[in-house]
């Protein structure tokens, strides 16, 4: 302790001599040391520590007391310098200003060369100022700019009267661009030894009263009050903060206003500007410098320190409240040079770049867009609200400390909106909020508790905002919200969030899309959590919930949101369990319809690619719906199914009707007609109800271009009936009817009869055993469907109704027949005359197995339908397919023979009728495959009737026969083709094979038609015999063998040389054919039928007249006879070949 008062003795012993010898300078009127100063501060440029030691010591005089100088006026250079500056009046405010100073500057220049001259110009206070203000302006380093303006501050504290304080100030207001804010805090600290005088700290003795300014200054006695304080706050209001753009110039004004407030709060016109500098700092808030944003903060602290009055505190409190919450500032006036952004947004035409006011405006009248310039500064002010509210942060953690008190009305209001600046996206808000949120809250976890309510209603509000900062902000407040809450407190809020943050998820911005993901998540995990079957609110949550999710979630144009709206309903399905049975009717359909919305569109573009290829478009399209089955969409679709009754059924089966007629999608469809199955099985009893109105909507499936879709809808319909009325059942198979017999062959509905018939045999066997009546004629119609070539599905169609037959079949087929012939004639011959032609070769192709099936037993009524309706089918154009109805009358003629001929119903045609129809077909030219086929009929008819038609007829047949005849053949074009030519020689070729088998089968047993045609036949088939092919020569000899076998008339004449020069020897060349077996044994039959006639074995004819003595041969003819059966060479018929031969030989010898 002595050591310590003998130190504190010591300094203020050194401190009396130094004050002692600067006292004795200036008592003596020792000018010298001054004017030594102020030389060395005006000429040249000084080392800058020599500088500073030079001000420094300036100071310490200054600050001492008076200096001991004039006043002095306006001095040479002043003058000088304000001549220059009036030279500046009637201009602009901010030219005259810079005019003004250029002026000083000149004048300083001139004060500076005058300062040689000193003793002859009297050294005054003026020129004193002038100097310094000159030095200042010249010197570089940043620490003797700071020593010249703490000299140029000292100045008046030593001296109360010192007249010169505005231009000083005016001097220091000069450094206003100066970008480092440590000079203007000097600047500040300067200005106020200025504007306090005698009044300033730095005025005080800190051995006396470290703390008391005041009660020094009182006990000095000496303080002279002036105005200078406020035409210096006044010329900052005015000039740098309320009306100038400079980023740098508010920057420094601010540090000068806050140093000011701190340095001179003891001054006595303090209180009175304390309004308006709190009314400053605030509109600065929105400032984007944070040096201002700071300063303004730190001033608004001190203003409320400062403030006297309770009012005018709760004011304050009040006014950065409003800033805090709604962003409440005052408007900035924008001038050419305003910078609205920190960086620029692009280049402008002339180059520049798009930051000023000026620039955006030139830019938006190049573009024509003048609403450019309103969205730009919308987005600058955008920035300043923000920016307030981050400033008005640090005005509440400098003042909470002291305004607690008058807060807590505004704690409710707070609460909730610092909880979610928390969260703000900027990182500087959200630490100065989290700092007032420390500072007003004791206790985090209590009081969230308390104020949940709020704060839960404020984010839902803002989630919503136009603001994305608001949105993105409360999104993720809402996710740290959320966890840990009860269940019972979210009940009310769930559905809105989940609206809300759906919403927000298709936001525009990125971040905020971001943000609602992650609530969305949450929100999803707390809500899966309230809605299990065992929480006490897990029903009002699902009632809440789901049918917000799937009739605003589910069905949104945003994928993403469909998605987590999917994720959602699985989940709660999964653990909401029976909770679910209300909902099912909503969630079922939903579910279904977003199979196909959620379904990835590349298997739906590659389906469309090849739908021209319908084999490969339907292995696609089950490739697509084998996913189904396994999707989670189903999982829960099955889950509902147990929970389904009839009173789940009354809502649920319109829309899922309406879904099945018009659901978009492959597997909604599919799944659709899937879910019916299963509803079938699980609640048939209860869906009976309802199963005609679904039997309607899957039956409009049935037209879809998909063939699995028509399947699956097939399949359902097939379960279906079983809880169907037998009513609608018959409806159905009666609209199935109509569809395959009037449908176009290409169309779905026809393509979808064979599965819907199928499916109902095969999986309700007692319903189609029910209306075997309706379903087994149609059955049995389109198993006899004809092949289509263009149509590679038309095999498994008639696969498909072959099976469904055998399913049908109980007995045999005969007897299923037999059974139902009634039925099945009335639907096959109908279809005779249906407009398809397809449809008629189709009942055509039923008669004729209906006849073949019932043989001769079949009679009238039935066949006289059958015959009236074939015969009816004959006139007409000749349509592709029509050769069936030929051949199914041939078939019904020959196998009902007996009833034919014998019938006595007036309705059915006779055979002469039947023949004449036929007959009139084979005059069809052009259509050389029906020709054949009614020729090769007619011949079987006529046979089988025993008709004689032979003279009509041979004028049709012969001339085919005989390939010299210019009947037989149409002249070749010269236009045709080598093709051409080779299919019309066939046809040609085909024709007589057949005419000359038809020869065979229609000669007659009359005799005098026999002798009047014998002659002409066998002069044809001679002819034809040895110039045609391998098949013609076949048919040709089969022809003769019915010819000779039906002879009954004697062979005289020009007929026996006939055959013995021209007809035997062109059978023994057939003989000798060593190629073809057929040839040969065809020959070798018909000259089994031949030789009796030259043998005299045998009848060969019964004409009443006697036996008719055997032929001449011709000796050559017989010896190539006997050599060519001789040399027979297949050995199944060498013993008939040699016994010809021996009978031969014989009639040789005899004769």
Known sequence: MKSYEAWKVFCYCIQVIIISTIVYLLVTHNYDTIINQAEFLGGGTPIPQLLASALGALGDIFRSGPVPLPDGGVGVAVSQGRAAAAAAEGKGQEEKEKEEEVAVVQAQAVGSSSSKAVGALLLSKRDLVEMLAAQLTAAKEVKSKEACVLTMGLLPVGDPAFPHKKPLVTALFRLREEKGHELHFTVGEALSCVCAGRLSPIACDPWRLPSNTMQQISEAGDAVMDDTLSWTLNTIFSKYIGSNTNSLVRQASCVWLLSLLKHCSKHPDMQGFLPQIQATFLNVLGEKNEVIQEVASRGLGLVYELSSSPSHRKELVEVLVGTLMEGRRSAHHVTDNTELFHTSLGKAPTGGQLNTYKELCSLASDLNQPDLVYKFMNLANHHALWNSKKGAAFGFSTIMSQAREQLEPHVPTLVPRLYRYKHDPNPQIQQAMASIWKAIVTENKKTVDKYFTEIMKDLTHNLNNHLWRNREASCLALGDLLVSRQAKELVEYLPELWELCLRVRDDIKESVRKAASVACRVLLKVTVHACDEAVSTGGRVVEGVLPML???????????????????????????????????????????????????????????????????????????????????????????????????????????????????????????????????????????????????ALVSGLSDRSLVVRKDNARAIGYLVKAAKGIRVTKLIEKMKKWYLEAEPDSPHKASVPLVLSSIATHSPDTAKDHAVEIVPLVFLGMHERPVKEDPSSEERIKRWKETWQELVTGTESGMVRLYLGELVATACPALGAQSWLVKAQGAAAVAAIAEKMGSSLSSPHLATMLSSLTSALPGQVWDGKEAVLKALESVVVTCRSAVLNSVDTNQPSAEEIARGLFQQCKKRGHSSYRKAAIGALGEVLQALELDMFSELSSILLPLINPASTSAREEDSDDEGEEERSARQTARLDLQAVASKAIGKAWPNTATTQAKHFGDVCRAFSVSLGSTTWKGQVAILSGLQDVFSKLCVPIEGSEEELLSTELLPTIDQCLRNNKYSAVRHQALLALEKILPAYTGTGEPHSSGTGTQAPLKLAETTRADLIDSLASFPDHRHKELALAMANSLKLNCDQA
């Not at 959602?568 to 977003?594: D, F, M, W, Y």
């Not at 084998?626 to 189903?634: A, D, E, L, R, W």
């Not at 009754?645 to 309406?658: N, Y």
Request: with cysteine; hydrophobic share 45%.
């Open 550 to 696: 799937l009739q605003k979630g589910m069905v949104s144009a945003s994928t993403e949101i469909r998605v987590i709206s999917l994720e959602a309903v699985l989940k709660i399905s999964r653990n909401a369990g029976s909770l679910l049975k209300p909902h099912i009717s909503q969630l079922v359909p939903t579910l279904l319809e977003s199979l196909s919305s959620l379904e990835q569109q590349a298997l739906n573009t590659i389906s469309l690619q090849y739908s021209g290829d319908a084999e490969v478009q339907e292995k696609i399209d089950v490739l697509r719906v084998s996913f189904t089955k396994s999707s989670p969409m189903m999982e829960i679709v099955n889950l509902c199914v147990p929970h389904i009754d009839a009173e789940v059924l009354q809502q649920l089966v319109p829309r899922l009707a309406e879904l099945l007629k018009s659901g978009v999608g492959l597997k909604t469809k599919v799944a659709s007609a899937n879910f019916v199955v299963s509803l079938v099985h699980s609640s048939f009893q209860d869906l009976q109800p309802h199963a005609g109105k679904l039997l309607g």
